[in-house]
């Protein structure tokens, strides 16, 4: 009778020269994205000095330093308005004077209130020149937009128009509605959980504003622009500039606190040359995202190029 040679139902061992080629394959591909990602970090900032992104950031930060006041208080305005978020008045007083400003003194938080109060206290003249005042810091964005997206022909007047009234109405009222959205949360969510909801939000508190931040210049980056923004791009835009809003914060707070001389030099004066760096540092950090949405059209284009000539000479 003729037998038959077993077969051995194990599998077979994986050798190491083969996982040893699985990992050189996987370093292989990590190094080539790597190197993709800082070829095009290198071509982004290339246009960022090439736009004078620079100089838009000190420009923004002197037309933000005019408009922040009546900003603030248009928002309070159209707050007021609606009998349900006259509670919220005080929330985006703090959100505005915790957020702008890292380690600012109590009384030049003081003086900012006082200033947004007796603001809201003006009449239908005095408003319209509010929102005319707010329409500065839109116009200066649109217009530092058009540089860096190089666009030479801009928006009609009337749809500019349009479009700083509907950012100036509707977002107080988005602001507002997160602000209601996030009490309403926090109250169930300490109803249910107790103190262990409470500590968990407090360590994900963090994560959640840096968010919140990315979401906003997101729909920046996607919205305002005159030329399409494609969601991905936009989203990546939006992740590198919160990254770095939120490292000119940390760092910034922490030059204040260990290496500042603003306060020994201008005194009680300090808050102003701070804010206007701090201010000026958030718009680099805000710019550079926009230069990395708007040259991600410009790379792809460079990349199909480029592969589009190297099949040419293959050929």
């Not at 040893?20 to 000095?49: D, I, K, P, S």
């Not at 992104?53 to 305005?77: E, N």
């Not at 509707?170 to 103190?195: A, F």
């Amino acid at each position: 009778m003729a037998e038959y040679p077993q077969q051995n139902d194990r599998p077979s061992p994986v050798s190491a020269e083969r996982l040893l080629a699985v990992a050189a394959g996987l370093g292989r591909g990590l190094m080539a994205r790597l190197a993709t990602a800082g070829r095009f970090l290198h071509f982004a900032a290339r246009r960022f000095l090439e736009d004078r992104c620079l100089d838009q950031a000190a420009s923004l930060s002197y037309t933000t330093l005019l408009s922040l006041v009546p900003l603030v208080a248009l928002c309070a305005v159209i707050v007021s308005v609606v009998p349900q978020f006259q509670d919220f008045r005080d929330d985006i007083e703090r959100l505005f004077t915790g957020n702008l400003l890292p380690e600012a003194s109590t009384a030049a938080i003081d003086q900012f209130r006082r200033f947004v109060r007796k603001a809201g206290r003006l009449t239908g003249f005095g408003i319209v020149g509010l929102a005319l005042s707010s329409a500065l810091l839109l116009a200066a964005i649109d217009m530092a937009f058009d540089t860096i997206w190089r666009v030479h022909r801009r928006r009609a007047i009337v749809v500019r128009v349009l479009a700083y009234g509907a950012v100036l109405v509707l977002g107080p009222l988005l602001i507002v509605g997160s602000l209601s959205l996030q009490g309403v949360i926090l109250t169930t969510g300490k109803h249910l959980g107790g103190v262990a909801f409470t500590k968990g939000i407090r360590t994900v508190a963090p994560m959640l504003l840096i968010g919140a931040e990315a979401v906003a210049l997101m729909l920046l980056y996607r919205f305002v622009p005159t030329r399409r923004v494609r969601w991905g791009d936009a989203i990546l835009g939006a992740v590198i500039g919160a990254a770095l809003l939120e490292a000119v914060k940390r760092g910034f707070t922490l030059y204040l606190q260990q290496f500042s001389t603003f306060q020994l030099i201008y005194g009680a004066l300090a808050v102003i040359p701070v804010f206007l760096i701090w201010l000026y540092l958030c718009w680099v950090a805000v710019l550079f995202g926009a230069e990395i949405v708007a040259a991600r059209p410009d790379w792809r284009s460079r990349g199909e190029s480029g592969s589009a000539g190297q099949s040419a000479s293959v050929a």
